[in-house]
């Protein structure tokens, strides 16, 4: 198992944003998560990454715990629904900067090109976001995220942006490099398409509980 969280707990003053949560998710495996605003999806997403503490419970990452550690030693990218490009700087530095200090500068070059040639955007890397359609900085922010290797990639609506062509091939770019390199993701969106065609398992959340766990064929079954 690669993502698990035990009896975890996430209150903000009065509101429990996360009420006891369980939940295990598998190497590799694609898990998405639905439900109504509010209802603490991107709390879940951020408890995983190391950004919010927790009130009560466990978090585990490949069987060690984790519930104390600071993001940058989690192995886990995130990707949000803005992508938080730097506008001052280059595609090609943007890519750079998660692993400055942490790789060569030439070795994460090569690896900045190859990505890029990935998915697409290999033309721009001396370009500037302001200079990109959305569709090109949604790519420039998944780049990004993998540039670290990551074993977990969480997303957060990482296609409200796009339109209904480029959502489509998005879909399909990052499902392709998330197979191959077996990158457990765990991905909230609102679209239900999408949850159907990207999901391995789908939860729905309601108030900061998990309602519903199942399959896409399951879940859909008895709505
Ligand atoms: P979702 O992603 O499903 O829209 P969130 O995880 O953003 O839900 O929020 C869950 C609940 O926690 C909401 O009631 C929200 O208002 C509350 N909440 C989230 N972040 C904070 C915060 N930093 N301070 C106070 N309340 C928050
Ligand atoms: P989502 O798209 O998931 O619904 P929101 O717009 O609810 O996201 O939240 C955006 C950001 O604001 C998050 O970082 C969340 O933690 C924070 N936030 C959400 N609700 C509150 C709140 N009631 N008080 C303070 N911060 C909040």
Same mark, same amino acid.
């Given at each position: 198992?690669?993502?698990?969280?035990? %009896?975890?707990?996430?209150?903000?003053?009065? =509101?429990?944003?996360?009420?006891?949560?369980?939940?295990? =998710? %598998?190497?590799?495996?694609?898990?998405?998560?639905?439900?109504?605003?509010?209802?603490?999806?991107?709390?879940?997403?951020?408890?995983?990454?190391?950004? !919010?503490?927790?009130?009560?419970?466990?978090?585990?990452?490949? #069987?060690?715990?984790?519930?104390?550690?600071?993001?940058?030693?989690?192995?886990?990218?995130?990707?949000?629904?803005?992508?938080?490009?730097?506008? +001052?700087?280059?595609?090609? !530095?943007?890519?750079?900067?998660?692993?400055?200090?942490?790789?060569?500068?030439?070795?994460?070059?090569?690896?900045?090109? +190859?990505?890029?040639?990935?998915?697409? =955007?290999?033309?721009?890397?001396? %370009?500037?976001?302001?200079?990109?359609?959305?569709?090109?900085?949604?790519?420039?922010?998944?780049?990004?995220?993998?540039?670290?290797?990551?074993?977990?990639?969480?997303?957060? !609506?990482?296609?409200?942006?796009? #339109?209904?062509?480029?959502?489509?091939?998005?879909?399909?770019?990052?499902?392709?490099?998330?197979?191959?390199?077996?990158?457990?993701?765990?991905?909230?969106? +609102? #679209?239900?398409?999408?949850?159907?065609?990207?999901? #391995?398992?789908?939860?729905?959340?309601?108030?900061?509980?998990?309602?519903?766990?199942?399959?896409? !064929?399951?879940?859909?079954?008895?709505?």
């Amino acid at each position: 198992m690669s993502v698990r969280l035990k %009896s975890v707990s996430k209150e903000y003053r009065n =509101i429990k944003a996360l009420d006891n949560v369980n939940l295990e =998710i %598998s190497k590799g495996e694609f898990f998405v998560i639905l439900g109504p605003s509010g209802s603490g999806k991107t709390t879940l997403l951020r408890v995983i990454a190391g950004l !919010e503490e927790i009130t009560q419970g466990n978090v585990f990452i490949d #069987d060690d715990e984790v519930t104390k550690l600071p993001p940058s030693r989690r192995k886990v990218a995130m990707v949000f629904q803005n992508y938080a490009l730097y506008p +001052h700087k280059s595609v090609l !530095e943007n890519l750079l900067m998660p692993v400055e200090g942490e790789m060569k500068r030439d070795e994460a070059s090569k690896l900045a090109k +190859h990505l890029s040639t990935l998915l697409g =955007i290999q033309e721009y890397l001396t %370009s500037y976001p302001s200079e990109l359609s959305g569709g090109q900085q949604q790519r420039v922010a998944l780049a990004r995220a993998l540039m670290k290797n990551p074993k977990v990639f969480l997303m957060d !609506e990482p296609l409200s942006n796009l #339109d209904a062509i480029q959502r489509v091939s998005a879909r399909k770019l990052i499902k392709d490099i998330q197979r191959q390199n077996q990158i457990t993701t765990i991905y909230v969106t +609102h #679209d239900q398409v999408e949850a159907m065609a990207l999901a #391995d398992r789908v939860a729905i959340m309601n108030k900061g509980k998990i309602v519903q766990l199942g399959t896409p !064929e399951e879940i859909y079954s008895k709505v």
